[in-house]
């Protein structure tokens, strides 16, 4: 219970912190293209009001998605409709109606049994309360792409990014070992610095596993802000974009930055 309410606030603190900041917009803002292909600034509150409203058991718009580009599989094409459907829609009202969804949801959320079994977005089962971990990390990296879009930084330090963290870093290991091919005994650190700030590292082991290990005489060591992090990891850029300094084996050390983004 006490898990379900810590993500239940931090969801509700990086959503307010984005109205927030969408009550600061001028007429140009929503229009601004983000680093998520295909959409703008409008486009982004326009997703999270369509999983909300999917949380709150409404149906999905009915509305025909044409065949964008940045759409690559069916399910982008789902998460497209309720943006779609908005793009005739102004900024301000998209924002009302995400505000709205927002009381909606914080109303519905304590009569949900926090055990209750869902479909998480990656396709496994998991408690509601798992689910409310994701949708904290969920708005909080669409936020930060509407602030990167806008000029405005902040809330980085969120207890929604600390949401982020749990989830993304779940991927090093991953990369590390099988995206990296990083031979058995291999180390590779991770300095990351904010706030929030992480360090961490990855070993392989001798059947090609990677797991956490001691930041200590890593091979390779890749620092880098908290930022650029999340942009490579939520896959709003590529590396070549980024300030990250690698020491140590940099062949290695190029690899696992090549293969960073894990998120579809």
Not at 156 to 161: F, G, L, N, Y
Not at 174 to 193: C, D, Q, S, Y
Request: glycine share 8%; charged share 30%; aromatic share 6%.
């Amino acid at each position: 219970m006490e898990q379900m309410r810590a993500y239940t606030a931090a969801y509700e603190q990086t959503v307010r912190s984005t109205l927030a900041l969408a009550g600061t917009f001028g007429e140009a803002d929503w229009d601004r293209p983000t680093e998520c292909p295909g959409w703008t600034v409008k486009d982004q509150l326009s997703h999270l009001v369509g999983i909300e409203l999917e949380l709150l058991g409404e149906p999905p718009a009915e509305v025909d998605v044409p065949e964008f580009e940045h759409i690559r599989n069916d399910f982008g094409r789902s998460l497209e409709r309720a943006v779609h459907a908005r793009r005739p829609v102004p900024g301000p009202a998209v924002a009302a109606e995400l505000a709205d969804a927002l009381e909606r949801r914080l109303a519905q959320i304590p009569g949900i049994d926090p055990e209750r079994v869902v479909r998480l977005p990656e396709g496994r089962d998991g408690t509601y309360t798992e689910l409310m971990r994701v949708r904290a990390m969920d708005c909080w990296t669409h936020e930060q792409d509407v602030r990167r879009a806008v000029g405005r930084p902040g809330n980085q330090d969120a207890p929604a990014a600390h949401c982020f963290w749990e989830l993304l870093s779940r991927g090093l290991p991953l990369i590390v070992a099988r995206r990296a091919k990083a031979g058995p005994g291999r180390t590779v650190a991770f300095e990351i610095t904010g706030p929030p700030d992480f360090h961490v590292a990855v070993r392989v082991d001798d059947e090609g596993r990677g797991h956490w290990a001691e930041p200590g005489n890593p091979d390779a060591a890749l620092a880098m802000e908290w930022e650029t992090y999340v942009r490579l990891t939520a896959g709003r850029c590529t590396a070549d974009a980024v300030d990250v300094r690698v020491s140590g084996d940099r062949d290695l050390g190029d690899r696992v930055l090549a293969h960073m983004a894990l998120t579809p």
